[in-house]
């Protein structure tokens, strides 16, 4: 068992501890709240646990051998689909389809799917299970917008930051050599980058005073750009990303809280 498959094990662990805590709490305000978001979170964050724990499971089982097609993968292909299905819930009429982000999204999600192929050689696993991630990805951006919850100086620094990891992705796929070992250093750059800058977007959404959904969307954003960005890179980015993801359901349970609390959601 290598070092890496460690402190991914532990790192797994301890997030799967995070995760009962946040799906007790969840329960409680469902329970207490009726409300249908909450519930889709909870149902979400379950999935979560589950895909974690089959990981820390098969990790102890069979360290060597790549885990197959399993548990793990529909336990978070559902996760996200719950997800989407809540914000689909908050977005009431507002069902016109925002073609410019639908492509942005298709596309940025694209070089990810590309990136799973190249290392997996999976090709059918990974495309239908990237679907859930362009639909999560686009009900967020729209939502961002929609809510103005980045200043248009923040939507100009993420979509340039995305460009540059696409751009760097796709050298990192098709590249060898040199062409490789700089596309690799540079999607790693822009990834701490954007996770910082949206780490940072995070504590500071958390803390004003009303957000209407824009924690909501924040968060989960944060959340998903950190699971994507896991793939895609080693080294100390990828420690760091790890660190974040195992935060990442704390603070979307902070938000689920702050906007139930304002009564944003029911």
């Known amino acids: ?123 059918i696993q990974d495309i239908v299970f990237g679907i859930p991630y362009i639909y999560l990805f686009y009900l967020l951006i729209t939502g961002i917008i929609r809510t103005e919850a980045f200043s248009k100086r923040e939507i100009t620094a993420f979509l340039i930051l995305s460009v540059i990891t696409f751009i760097v992705a796709a050298g990192e796929i098709l590249g060898e050599g040199y062409i490789f070992l700089i596309s690799s250093r540079g999607v790693s750059v822009a990834s701490i980058i954007m996770e910082f800058g949206l780490l940072y977007k995070v504590i500071k959404t958390l803390k004003e005073p009303s957000t209407k959904y824009r924690s909501l969307y924040v968060t989960v954003l944060f959340f998903l750009m950190t699971l994507l960005d896991i793939y895609i890179t080693e080294g100390v980015v990828y420690i760091f990303n790890n660190l974040f993801l195992v935060i990442s359901p704390a603070v979307m349970y902070l938000a689920v809280k702050k906007e139930l609390s304002q009564s944003d959601i029911y």
Do not use: Q
């Open 1 to 123: 068992m290598s070092i890496l498959l460690i402190y991914d094990i532990v790192l797994s662990t301890i997030e799967a501890f995070v995760l009962i805590y946040v799906i007790w709490r969840s329960y409680k305000m469902v329970m207490a709240s009726g409300s249908v978001w909450v519930l889709f979170f909870l149902a979400s964050m379950i999935g979560l646990l589950l895909s974690d724990l089959y990981y820390i499971t098969y990790s102890f089982i069979d360290p060597v051998t790549r885990m197959p097609f399993a548990f793990d993968e529909i336990a978070e292909f559902s996760m996200l689909l719950l997800l989407a299905a809540g914000f689909e819930s908050i977005n009431g009429s507002k069902k016109k389809i925002n073609i410019p982000i639908l492509i942005f999204s298709v596309v940025y999600l694209a070089v990810h799917i590309a990136a799973w192929i190249a290392w997996s050689g999976e090709w």
